[in-house]
């Protein structure tokens, strides 16, 4: 897994103009956003992930591990539903991932386009697969494609750490996140990533 080359200078810009992010730094302890450099695997893990807190996401996905020779596109494809739902996996979300692995199979995700694409378009070539919005899209750029200006407006745990530093806990309209945010151009992604560090110290990893 690599850190994103940006991230030393991004970290120091955001703690320069935001208090709350520089405290934040100061007690991560030099951890930093990884990129697993598997599409199949990310994209998988945050169909797993969807609804769900982080500790039942990952039970669910060891035991997926554990169930399947390797999580391939191929072999997800082939797997039998019925083992696959014994892992935790709803039935939406089994054929989630089988229309996720028959994407990559039938190559109709164009991977090798992906790093010349824009956010939104990206974003927009990801949600034609069933179960992948775009919450689930944008987990996919942060964490594979490593894009430094990501705003996950619809996530929850951005949502709660946001209030909880800018609004004395009580709930934020998107409109208002956004312009929040504004500070944080263009590493609205590396923020969001220690808006999350502060609620779980634990990094989340798709």
């Known amino acids: 897994m690599t850190t994103p080359g940006y991230w030393k200078r991004a970290t120091r810009e955001l703690s320069e103009r935001d208090a709350v992010i520089r405290r934040i730094v100061a007690q991560s302890h030099g951890l930093t956003l990884r990129s697993r450099g598997d599409a199949f695997n990310t994209l998988a893990r945050s169909i797993v992930g969807q609804q769900i807190s982080v500790k039942a996401a990952e039970s669910v996905w060891r035991k997926l591990i554990a169930a399947v020779p390797a999580v391939r596109p191929e072999v997800i494809h082939a797997h039998d539903i019925e083992i696959l ?7 939406s979300k089994v054929a989630y991932l089988h229309d996720l692995a028959r994407h990559f ?20 070539e990801l949600t034609q697969v069933r179960g992948i919005g775009r919450w689930t899209a944008e987990m996919f750029l942060i964490f594979y494609m490593t894009r430094p200006d990501v705003l996950p407006v619809d996530d929850i745990g951005l949502q709660r750490a946001m209030s909880l530093h800018y609004n004395r806990g009580r709930p934020l309209s998107k409109l208002k996140m956004n312009s929040i945010a504004k500070r944080w151009l263009p ?20």
């Open 85 to 91: 739902r014994t892992c935790g996996l709803s039935r």
């Open 105 to 124: 199979v039938e190559k109709r995700l164009d991977v090798k386009r992906w790093e010349q694409m824009t956010d939104d378009e990206l974003i927009a």
């Open 187 to 206: 590493w609205r992604s590396v923020a969001t990533w220690y808006m999350w560090r502060s609620l779980d110290p634990v990094p989340v990893e798709y």
